[in-house]
């Protein structure tokens, strides 16, 4: 039987070698390898999970419900909207999107990391929105992920070949002004490839579980 010197000793120990868990947020203008660095992410930390979210369109050949996305009906995502439910929303393509409250701070409560993958003007709106969420606005940590110049992305938009030439010039117009935001976010990382973005990525994560705020020191 332990002692309760023990348990206290035991209970410093745990809580140093736990720091509180973040909440990373990774915007990028398409093209620049977002989607691919949250992958990476994800699997290089067992203890992160990426938030699932919510959406009104059906589900795709292969797409389980609760695990690609949670699927709503119209109606119910709207009673959600009106309840003040979402961190964030947004309709694209005439479907809804968003990503519940309760999806973040389940997470974080259970101490697993949680990855936001966002546009910039989701991680405009989810920065604002936290401001009122004291747990979500502890846990936030922002990227943003920019090619090294327009005409690497132009040339990573086009290796893609997934959109015509007029796409592409309307992308990346839109990618100039979304980089144009990139002083809003807590780092800047300039993509170079994809072990290296991931390296440096890790970096940070590593040094966010190392700030004051969040970790404590073992007990003496």
């Given at each position: 039987?332990?002692?309760?010197?023990?348990?206290?000793?035991?209970?410093?120990?745990?809580?140093a070698?736990?720091?509180?868990?973040?909440?990373i947020l990774?915007?990028?203008?398409?093209?620049?390898?977002?989607?691919t660095?949250?992958?990476?992410?994800?699997?290089?930390r067992?203890?992160?999970?990426?938030?699932?979210?919510?959406?009104?369109?059906?589900?795709?050949?292969?797409?389980?419900?609760?695990?690609?996305?949670?699927?709503?009906?119209?109606?119910?995502?709207?009673?959600?909207e009106?309840?003040?439910?979402?961190?964030?929303?947004?309709?694209v393509?005439?479907?809804?999107?968003?990503?519940?409250?309760?999806?973040?701070?389940?997470?974080?409560?259970?101490?697993?990391?949680?990855?936001?993958?966002v546009?910039?003007?989701?991680?405009?709106?989810?920065?604002?929105?936290?401001?009122?969420?004291?747990?979500?606005?502890?846990?936030?940590?922002?990227?943003?992920l920019?090619?090294?110049?327009?005409?690497?992305?132009?040339?990573?938009?086009?290796?893609?070949?997934?959109?015509?030439?007029?796409?592409?010039?309307?992308?990346?117009?839109?990618?100039?002004q979304?980089?144009?935001e990139?002083?809003?976010?807590?780092?800047?990382?300039?993509?170079t490839?994809?072990p290296?973005?991931?390296?440096?990525?890790?970096?940070?994560?590593?040094a966010?579980?190392?700030?004051?705020?969040?970790?404590?020191?073992?007990?003496?």
């Amino acid at each position: 039987m332990k002692s309760s010197k023990s348990k206290v000793q035991s209970s410093k120990s745990s809580a140093a070698e736990s720091p509180a868990p973040l909440m990373i947020l990774i915007s990028a203008p398409s093209g620049a390898g977002k989607t691919t660095l949250c992958h990476q992410l994800v699997a290089s930390r067992p203890g992160m999970a990426r938030a699932i979210t919510c959406t009104t369109r059906g589900p795709r050949p292969g797409e389980k419900d609760g695990v690609d996305y949670y699927f709503f009906s119209v109606a119910e995502f709207q009673r959600r909207e009106q309840a003040d439910e979402f961190i964030e929303h947004a309709t694209v393509y005439g479907n809804r999107y968003g990503i519940l409250k309760s999806e973040l701070l389940g997470k974080l409560r259970s101490g697993r990391d949680v990855l936001l993958n966002v546009d910039v003007q989701g991680a405009a709106t989810i920065r604002s929105r936290v401001q009122a969420e004291p747990e979500l606005r502890r846990a936030l940590v922002t990227v943003f992920l920019t090619p090294p110049s327009i005409a690497e992305l132009e040339a990573r938009l086009t290796n893609r070949a997934a959109d015509s030439a007029a796409v592409i010039q309307k992308r990346l117009a839109v990618a100039r002004q979304e980089i144009a935001e990139w002083r809003h976010f807590d780092y800047l990382l300039t993509s170079t490839t994809k072990p290296e973005d991931l390296r440096r990525m890790l970096a940070i994560v590593e040094a966010e579980k190392m700030r004051a705020a969040r970790a404590a020191a073992p007990g003496f």
